[in-house]
């Protein structure tokens, strides 16, 4: 079955920075663009970045370029989000899974807290 383990969130100061994990199975990772979504309490869930797996490119939402880079490594079915210079609107529930604006797979992993605060 399709599974996503995210992992590398925490507490971090306002500029900050962290770098998010995700271990993908269950599926031909290397097949599929691979997205971080994010979920603020109170809000719904969004597309942060999104990377296609064999051109590599990628696509982010307007509140994070500049700030946030997606990779991913097939050979490890892992995907990753490098969040620099993080702000307080950046505190959430982030999550991996493959797709772009609409995820394609119905099971989300637990998810990774990301806290911005001081």
């Known amino acids: 079955q399709v599974q996503f383990v995210e992992s590398g969130g925490g507490l971090v100061q306002p500029g900050g920075s962290l770098r998010l994990s995700c271990e993908a199975s269950?599926?031909?990772?290397?097949?599929?663009?691979m997205g971080w979504y994010r979920q603020a309490p109170g809000k719904e869930r969004e597309l942060v970045a999104s990377i296609i797996s064999y051109s590599g490119r990628t696509n982010y939402a307007d509140s994070v370029k500049g700030r946030f880079t997606i990779s991913r490594d097939n050979a490890k079915n892992t995907v990753y989000l490098q969040m620099n210079s993080l702000k307080p609107e950046d505190t959430a529930a982030y999550y991996c899974?493959?797709?772009?604006?609409?995820?394609?797979?119905?099971?989300w992993g637990q998810g990774t807290q990301v806290t911005v605060s001081s």
């Open positions: 899974n493959a797709g772009g604006p609409r995820a394609i797979f119905a099971s």
């Open positions: 269950g599926f031909t990772f290397n097949g599929y663009t």
